[in-house]
C-alpha cells in the first residue's frame, strides 16, 4: 500500500523519493530535506497499514559503521538537500477523509432491519444528518443520515440486506476530491492494438461461392392441443401474476393479529349512536376553536374522552392478563389505529385522562402527520392501555375490530349514515354511527363491556354529561 523507499547517491548530491499508491490519485503530503549519503540504503514499508517503518539504513561518512535508527529520527536529522515526497492512503473511514453512514440505535425491542431503499446515488452531495437510506422494521422505518457533509463514495450495503445497530451502509467522502470515483484502468483486452495478419486476413473479402439450396424438408404438424374436461379450472397463466415479499411492518402486523386471535377470547358487542349534538357542538365553536388553539375541532377527541370516562366507570376494560394475574393500571394511554401507505401504525396518546379537547387534537394531528411521512419513533408507539380505530373514515359502516396486543379491547368506530331514527314520536332523519367494543372474555364479562359502550353512546350524544361529571 505504502510501496517502497529508495535513495540513491550520485558524486556527493542524491535524490530520494517515495512512491504510494491511493484510490483516488497521487498527491504530495509533505516535502522534507535530506542529507547526502555516500552509499546506497532502502527502506522498506509493510503492506500492512497497521505497522510502520522501524528502521532506515545510512551511511554518514565513507567507511563508517551501519547505523539502525528509528525512522523518525532520521527524519529530524535530514539535511535541506534531498527532496522527498510522502504520501497517505486513505483507506481508513473512520478518519481523515471518509466517514461511515452506519445503522442507528433502533429501539429496546429492535435487534434488525432491512434495508428497504437508498434515497441518494454514489457521488450525490449530502448535508450533516440528511437521510441517505430507509431501513424498515417490524414497528416503524428508521433513516440512515449522513455522519458528515460530503459527497457519498459508495454504498457497502444491498436493498434488501438485513442490517443492525451499527452496520455500516455507505462512506462519505468530506471532500468533491475524495469522492472522485477513480477511473479503472483499461483492461489488456480493450487496449486497442494494430491488427495482426490474421485479422486483415478475415477482413479481406473472400469470393462468394455459390451453393445449392438445400431442399426444405416438412414441419410435422404440431399436435392438437388436450382436451380439458368441462371441470377443470382454467387457471391463469403465470405470467399475469407478481409476487412481491412483504414489509417487515406488515409481516410484524400480520403475526401480532395472528396471535391475538389465538390468545385472546374475541367478542364484540355493538351499539348505535347519535351524532347530532357532538357535531353540532363541533359546526358552532369549530372556528372559535381554531382560532384560540390553531388545530381544527373534530370528532375524535370526542370520542377520546368520551372513552376516558368509560375506562374510569369500567376499569376492568383498562386491565390486562398477566399469567395468573390481572394488572390493573392507574393510568390511561389511547391508542389511536393510523392507516398510512407503509401499513398500519398506532401512535399513543400518553395521559389522556389529564388532557383536554385542545391538547387531544394537537396531539392526534402531531402523531398522524408523523405516521404519514414515516418520521415516527417507536417510543411514540410504544405501550398503550386502550386502542380507537376509526374505519368509518375510509367508508366502513360495521366492523369486528381484533384487539392490539397487550390490550383487552379495542373501540371501532364507523362511517357517519343519516338514517330515518323515531325521536319523540315522530321519525326524523339523525347522523347514526355504529360502534363496536371488541373485548377478552377472558377478563371483561358481557356487562362490563355493554356498559362501558353505553357510556361511551352517552357522553357521544350529550357531551354536557363531560363537564356536569354524570
Not at 404440431?222 to 382454467?234: D, G, I, L, R
Not at 386502550?386 to 381484533?402: A, D, E, R
Request: with cysteine.
Amino acid at each position: 500500500m505504502f510501496g517502497v523507499f529508495r535513495r540513491k547517491v550520485v558524486s556527493g548530491s542524491c535524490s530520494a523519493s517515495v512512491i504510494g499508491k491511493s484510490w483516488r490519485r497521487t498527491r504530495p503530503v509533505a516535502s522534507i530535506n535530506a542529507d547526502c549519503f555516500t552509499s546506497e540504503g532502502e527502506v522498506l514499508r509493510h503492506s500492512r497499514i497497521t505497522e510502520n517503518v522501524r528502521s532506515i539504513c545510512h551511511v554518514t561518512q565513507p567507511g563508517a559503521a551501519v547505523n539502525l535508527r528509528p525512522l523518525r529520527d532520521v527524519m529530524t536529522s535530514l539535511h535541506p538537500c534531498v527532496g522527498m515526497q510522502l504520501q497517505n492512503r486513505m483507506f481508513s473511514s473512520e478518519s481523515g477523509d471518509l466517514v461511515d453512514a452506519v445503522v442507528p440505535f433502533m429501539g429496546e425491542s429492535i435487534s434488525d432491519g432491512t434495508l428497504a431503499t437508498f434515497l441518494k446515488k454514489p457521488g450525490d452531495r449530502v448535508e450533516i444528518d440528511e437521510p441517505i437510506a430507509q431501513v424498515e422494521t417490524d414497528k416503524v422505518t428508521i433513516d440512515v443520515a449522513s455522519p458528515e457533509a460530503g459527497i457519498i463514495q459508495e454504498f457497502v450495503a444491498k436493498e434488501g440486506d438485513t442490517v443492525e445497530p451499527g452496520t455500516k451502509v455507505a462512506i462519505i467522502s468530506k471532500s468533491a476530491e475524495g469522492a472522485a470515483v477513480p477511473s479503472k484502468p483499461a483492461s489488456p483486452d480493450a487496449v486497442s492494438q494494430p491488427p495482426s495478419t490474421a485479422e486483415k486476413a478475415e477482413e479481406t473479402p473472400k469470393p462468394k461461392v455459390e451453393t445449392t439450396p438445400a431442399v426444405e424438408k416438412p414441419k410435422p404438424a404440431s399436435p392438437p392441443p388436450p382436451k380439458t374436461s368441462a371441470s377443470e379450472p382454467q387457471l391463469p397463466p403465470k405470467e399475469r401474476e407478481r409476487r412481491v415479499p412483504m414489509t417487515r411492518l406488515r409481516k410484524r402486523v400480520a403475526t401480532r393479529l395472528k396471535d391475538s386471535q389465538n390468545t385472546f377470547a374475541l367478542l364484540t358487542t355493538f351499539n348505535e349512536v347519535d351524532m347530532t349534538n357532538l357535531m353540532k357542538l363541533r359546526s358552532e365553536y369549530k372556528d372559535a376553536f381554531l382560532e384560540k388553539h390553531g388545530v381544527k375541532l373534530g370528532l375524535m377527541s370526542g370520542f377520546v374522552k368520551a372513552a376516558v370516562s368509560g375506562l374510569q366507570n369500567q376499569p376492568i376494560i383498562n386491565a390486562v392478563i398477566d399469567g395468573d394475574d390481572i394488572i390493573y393500571r392507574d393510568y390511561i394511554d389511547i391508542s389511536i389505529a393510523v392507516g398510512t401507505p407503509k401499513g398500519l401504525v398506532v401512535p399513543v396518546i400518553r395521559n389522556a385522562e389529564k388532557m383536554n379537547f385542545a391538547e387531544i387534537e394537537k396531539e392526534i394531528n402531531t402523531l398522524a402527520k408523523k405516521a404519514n411521512n414515516g418520521t415516527i419513533s417507536i417510543d411514540e408507539m410504544a405501550g398503550g392501555s386502550f386502542t380507537i380505530s376509526n374505519g368509518g373514515v375510509y367508508g366502513s359502516l360495521l366492523s369486528t375490530p381484533i384487539i392490539n396486543p397487550p390490550q383487552s379491547a379495542i373501540l371501532g368506530m364507523h362511517s357517519i349514515v343519516n338514517k330515518p331514527m323515531v325521536v319523540g314520536g315522530n321519525i326524523v332523519p339523525r347522523p347514526m354511527m355504529y360502534v363496536a367494543l371488541t373485548y377478552d372474555h377472558r377478563l371483561i364479562d358481557g356487562r362490563e363491556a355493554v356498559f362501558f359502550l353505553r357510556r361511551i353512546k352517552d357522553v357521544v350524544e350529550d357531551p354536557r354529561r363531560l363537564l356536569l361529571d354524570i
